[in-house]
């Protein structure tokens, strides 16, 4: 079956620590995107991407870093320079404007 | 850019009972309209959405949805509601024309359905 694949589903991070979160989708979608959720204020984006080796920052991307180096991977970093990285973490891919597919997600926590 | 005003944080409601979720948008452009059901932990899963034609959408588990360009509206109902209905649920808007498609995420309605 198609669809998209976060990993992993648990993370945790040490102050100062980059870490690398998993995105892969098999649904041949030119588009990826990442959210960010934090409770009472839904998902915001923080970087998509229209095309291999092309994207664009969301509305929270610093702190964060990614690639596209394949239509099929979006991983997303989180850096060190991320004062509040613990969240949950949302992939999605869509192909046009009306069909978008969401990961189950990866809830990363600082330690 | 596109923006999305879900009205009501929380809504607690008995089983049997119906159940209306508000939202609001603004956009100068045309939209595509979405409601999303997340279950504790999970991703998000598609309820309905509103591309063009008929103003009322039927979508999963019994939920429609009502386009109402006017007062720039798309209220998500549903009337009678099950113990499993019970998660938190999200309005999102996304610009017709525009050339990426973003996704715009209101704040979230958290659903809790009782005995």
């Known amino acids: 079956d198609g669809g998209i694949t976060q990993s992993p589903k648990y993370l945790f991070r040490k102050e100062g620590q980059n870490v690398t979160l998993s995105c892969e989708q098999n649904l041949n979608h030119d588009a990826m995107y990442w959210y960010r959720q934090d409770p009472g204020q839904g998902l915001r984006l923080i970087y998509y991407s229209q095309i291999v080796n092309d994207f664009q920052k969301g509305d929270i991307a610093e702190g964060y870093s990614v690639s596209r180096e394949k239509k099929e991977s979006f991983p997303l970093t989180v850096t060190s320079a991320q004062k509040n990285p613990t969240a949950f973490y949302l992939c999605?891919?869509?192909?046009?404007?009306?069909?978008?597919?969401f990961g189950s997600g990866t809830r990363l926590t600082v330690v | 850019a596109q923006s999305v005003t879900q009205l009501d944080s929380q809504v607690p409601v008995f089983e049997e009972a119906p159940v209306e979720l508000r939202c609001n948008y603004s956009s100068s452009v045309s939209v595509y309209l979405f409601w999303y059901v997340q279950y504790p932990n999970q991703g998000l899963q598609l309820l309905l959405k509103y591309l063009s034609g008929s103003t009322l959408v039927k979508g999963i588990n019994g939920f429609e949805a009502e386009f109402n360009k006017s007062q720039t509206s798309f209220h998500l109902r549903k009337p009678s509601v099950h113990i499993s209905d019970t998660a938190e649920y999200f309005c999102a808007v996304s610009g017709i024309g525009s050339n990426d498609y973003k996704l715009s995420f209101g704040a979230g309605t958290t659903v809790t359905v009782r005995a």
């Open positions: 999605a891919s869509s192909v046009g404007g009306d069909g978008y597919t």
